[in-house]
């Protein structure tokens, strides 16, 4: 089982690098990056060969509908905790916004097997939420979902295997992390955020505000970032082997120093002054940079 999933594993790198070289010339350092010691395909392949399900990469379970959906459980925060740790092995975890007065957490599992069987748990403890696996999932999947309805002090999300989504929240401090899977990040308020990704795309969506500094990683994989609407701003970017794409809408009076060729690119771009400080780098994968709703 292990074999077969270092294949799929090998077979979707390729993939990637497939992808990736359509647009830009891989080089030396990019293959460097992935392919070394403790490099980007050595962490992945550990995390998906310690697994013996990789359904997660092959169902968009919101798209597929909710039959698939055999077991729902959930569980209320005691007190009005400030500080909020969110951290799983394997699973989706969304961050969401409601309505309610404490703060909710829903664990969802999926599974296309006639008779499925749990295989995922959560605890709480104070404010630190553990999303926790099976051994064996048997084409069990899940997403862990926090609805938080108030404003906290630090918001971190972490997840070894799986999707990281966080939506409307606010937090002086938000720290998220996927080591392999997708991030977004969609209409959050934050003071500081720390946001990476070891293997997998990253969304830096519209409405996010950040008023002192954004901070985004990207070992193997894109960065998509929306610049802040109505805001000053200093964005400085470095993409090691890959592409920059900057929205032609972005007034060439922002630009500072953008550097294009060999097989990478950086820059820098300001939006008037005394606004947040933005650090965007990809070491191998493409930057969207677009210009956000003026």
């Known amino acids: 089982m292990k074999k077969a999933m270092i294949i799929t594993t090998v077979l979707l790198v390729v ?20 392919f070394r010691d403790g490099g980007i395909v050595d962490r992945w392949s550990q995390n998906i060969s310690d697994r013996a399900d990789v359904s997660l990469y092959n169902a968009d379970w919101d798209e597929e ?19 909020l740790t969110v951290t799983a092995n394997v699973g989706n975890i969304r961050v969401r916004t409601s309505t309610g007065e404490a703060i909710e957490v829903v664990l969802e599992q999926y599974s296309r097997r006639s008779n499925p069987i749990s295989k995922y748990d959560f605890t709480v403890e104070g404010g630190d939420i553990v999303l926790t696996a099976a051994d064996e999932l048997d084409g069990t999947t899940a997403t862990m979902t ?3 309805p108030y404003a906290l002090t630090s918001l971190s999300v972490k997840t070894a295997l799986g999707d990281v989504e966080i939506t409307d929240v606010s937090a002086r401090t938000l720290t998220a992390q996927a080591d392999t899977g997708e991030l977004d990040v969609e209409r959050v ?17 519209s409405g996010v505000q950040i008023s002192q500094s954004l901070k985004a990683e990207n070992a193997c994989g894109d960065i998509s970032l929306d610049l802040p609407a ?17 929205d032609e809408d972005i007034p060439t009076a922002w630009l500072r120093n953008v ?26 994968g493409d930057f969207e940079l677009d210009r956000g709703i003026d």
């Open 65 to 83: 509908g909710r039959q698939y959906m055999f077991q729902s459980d959930s569980a209320t925060l005691e007190g009005t905790p400030d500080a």
């Open 259 to 284: 550097q294009r060729g060999g097989v990478g690119a950086s820059g820098t771009l300001q939006r008037d002054t005394g606004g947040a400080q933005y650090t965007v780098h990809v070491t191998l």
């Open 146 to 148: 926090v609805y938080v």
């Open 189 to 205: 308020t934050a003071d500081t955020a720390d946001l990476r990704v070891a293997l997998g795309d990253m969304d830096i969506g």
């Open 230 to 246: 109505n805001a000053p701003f200093a964005l400085t970017y470095t993409v090691e082997t890959g592409s920059a794409d900057i």
């Open 15 to 34: 993939s990637f690098i497939t992808t990736l070289c359509l647009g830009a010339a891989l080089g030396s350092q990019g293959l460097r990056a992935l």
